[in-house]
């Protein structure tokens, strides 16, 4: 099986993005208000088409609202499907966001690498050392309220495989998506 950035440089096909970045959330100790536009852009080398689409979702009792690179036509990314399967889960609520967690990281890492090789000019842009991906997770649990806010950046490290490397300064760039919560 091919990796994402091998079928990108093997079929040449552009890359689709689309994208949504307005969401605003407020939580008190009695509520969690959050409120988002519902604007999308679906973005392409040829430029970009705006769109309508809600940011805030409900799956089950857990609501959950995304924003920033939510999907990309050509590899299939999808966070927001992403993000269903893993809320229709058993389990309590930190159960449900953990298993987004680990179902998130290899193929958005794949993404942003497919995007690092093939578009480095976006990459550059929109990508290095920004959220790629922002998802806050809230809602009622037995009478009380949550809210978990995870925020993917794309960061680049350079890593040296051994001392003698280090000393002939021969190094490799290594990618790193960076995961910050808030709970």
Same mark, same amino acid.
């Given at each position: 099986?091919?990796?994402?950035?091998e079928?990108?440089a093997?079929? &040449?096909?552009?890359?689709?993005?689309?994208?949504?970045?307005?969401?605003?959330? +407020?939580?008190?100790?009695?509520?969690? %208000?959050? $409120?988002?536009?519902?604007?999308? !852009?679906?973005?392409?080398?040829t430029?970009?088409?705006?769109? /309508?689409?809600?940011?805030?979702?409900?799956?089950?009792?857990?609501?959950?609202?995304?924003? !920033? &690179?939510?999907?990309?036509?050509?590899?299939?990314?999808? /966070?927001?499907?992403?993000?269903?399967?893993?809320?229709?889960?058993? $389990?309590?609520?930190?159960?449900?966001?953990?298993?987004?967690?680990?179902?998130?990281?290899?193929?958005?890492?794949?993404? %942003?690498?497919? !995007?690092?090789?093939?578009?480095?000019?976006?990459?550059?842009? =929109?990508?290095?050392?920004?959220? %790629?991906?922002q998802?806050?997770?809230?809602?009622?649990? &037995?009478?009380?309220?949550?809210?978990? %806010?995870r925020? +993917?950046?794309?960061?680049?490290?350079?890593? =040296?495989?051994?001392?003698a490397?280090?000393?002939?300064?021969?190094?490799?760039?290594?990618?790193?998506l960076?995961?910050?919560?808030?709970?």
């Amino acid at each position: 099986m091919l990796s994402l950035a091998e079928a990108a440089a093997q079929t &040449h096909n552009p890359l689709v993005f689309t994208s949504g970045t307005t969401i605003v959330i +407020y939580r008190s100790t009695d509520e969690i %208000v959050v $409120g988002a536009d519902s604007l999308m !852009v679906r973005r392409s080398d040829t430029g970009a088409i705006p769109a /309508a689409e809600c940011k805030i979702r409900q799956v089950g009792d857990v609501f959950f609202a995304i924003g !920033v &690179h939510i999907r990309e036509e050509f590899t299939g990314f999808d /966070a927001v499907k992403i993000a269903t399967e893993a809320l229709r889960n058993s $389990g309590n609520a930190a159960a449900k966001v953990k298993t987004f967690e680990q179902n998130i990281l290899l193929p958005l890492t794949e993404l %942003v690498r497919m !995007v690092k090789s093939t578009n480095p000019a976006y990459f550059d842009k =929109s990508l290095r050392d920004k959220p %790629v991906l922002q998802v806050a997770f809230f809602g009622n649990e &037995h009478q009380s309220l949550y809210l978990y %806010v995870r925020s +993917y950046k794309a960061t680049l490290f350079l890593h =040296s495989k051994t001392a003698a490397s280090r000393m002939a300064r021969a190094s490799k760039t290594v990618m790193v998506l960076l995961l910050s919560q808030m709970n």
